[in-house]
């Protein structure tokens, strides 16, 4: 979670930094003219229509919020890059020691040949190399050595999939969060250009639509904000579940080279004792 906290910092950063600076460098475009009845009446440029104009002329609650909603919007595409790095990287890494154990004769020859992997298939292979070694330590009854394997792998599945899926959590937040801090953005400008509209006493559209323009601009952020986490969030829920299957997979593949070297164990033990009591 540091890379994400640092992340927004930086994206903060930068936004105030380039917001100042067109703020010292911008000129004033917009005043009044005089119209034939002789009354004054407000004209806008059209710069000052634009996001970066609307944001300059909003209230500081409004210019807030826009800023918290751009600085969702680089967490969730921070999340994105750091996620997908992660994750296709862990199932690249996964994919040959799923094949590797598949087509291995014993856990033994799987455990030396996956020496030189790596990624999160060896946690697997170690947390049943462990149990093994165990077993014969303490001289365990062998016929629950597959339960014990078994639950060692499932413990080993479920702390790598938390692992993984940290940090996902805030696409949710963003998400659902996002369009209700743009409807209050919304809310707080238009409250403003009411506000205004009884100060100057006219209806003039001019003076009414960049308080409105300023409202909606909170909103339009808000859905930019939202849309893309709750995709984001939804793809990394199909790839944390291709990625579990991608474990699970693993796991029974171990259990089946366990489960072979222990009857192959139980066997030879047999014919032993055959043999001695011929």
């Known amino acids: ?14 936004i105030t930094v380039h917001v100042q600076a067109s703020e010292s460098t911008a000129p004033a475009e917009s005043g009044s003219v005089v119209t034939a009845s002789g009354s004054q009446a407000t004209h806008l440029s059209v710069d000052a229509l634009s996001p970066l104009g609307m944001y300059q002329a909003a209230d500081p609650i409004v210019k807030a919020v826009m800023l918290i909603l751009l600085a969702a919007s680089g967490v969730t595409w921070a999340v994105l890059v ?14 040959p020691l799923v094949s590797l154990c598949a ?15 790596q990624g999160t298939g060896l946690a697997f292979l170690s947390a049943a190399q462990t149990e093994l070694a165990l077993t014969e330590q303490v001289d365990a009854v062998s016929q629950g050595v597959k339960e014990r394997v078994q639950a060692r792998l499932e413990r080993v599945q479920v702390a790598q999939a938390s692992m993984m899926n940290r940090g ?17 953005g919304t809310v707080w400008g238009i409250m403003n250009a009411f506000i205004g509209i009884a100060h100057t006493q006219t209806t003039n559209l001019a003076v009414v639509a960049p308080g409105i323009a300023e409202a909606l601009l909170a ?3 808000g859905l930019v904000a ?35 070297d222990l009857d192959s164990e139980c066997n030879a033990q047999t014919e032993l004792a055959w043999r001695q009591a011929g």
Not at 82 to 95: C, E, N, S, V, Y
Not at 103 to 117: D, G, I, N, P
Not at 168 to 184: D, E, K, M, R, Y
């Open 103 to 117: 087509h291995a004769e014993s856990f033994a020859a799987a455990k030396a040949a996956a020496s030189c992997h």
């Open 1 to 14: 979670m540091k890379r994400y906290w640092i992340g927004l910092g930086l994206w903060l950063l930068v």
């Open 82 to 95: 750091t996620k997908q790095w992660q994750l296709g990287r862990a199932r690249r890494r996964l994919a």
């Open 226 to 260: 939202a849309i893309p986490a709750v995709i984001v969030y939804n793809y990394f829920t199909r790839a944390l579940a291709a990625y579990r299957a991608q474990m699970g997979d693993l796991a029974v593949a171990i259990l089946v080279l366990v489960s072979r």
């Open 168 to 184: 996902t959590g805030v696409l949710a937040s963003i998400g659902s969060v996002a369009p209700f801090v743009g409807l209050f």
């Open 219 to 221: 909103t339009a952020l």
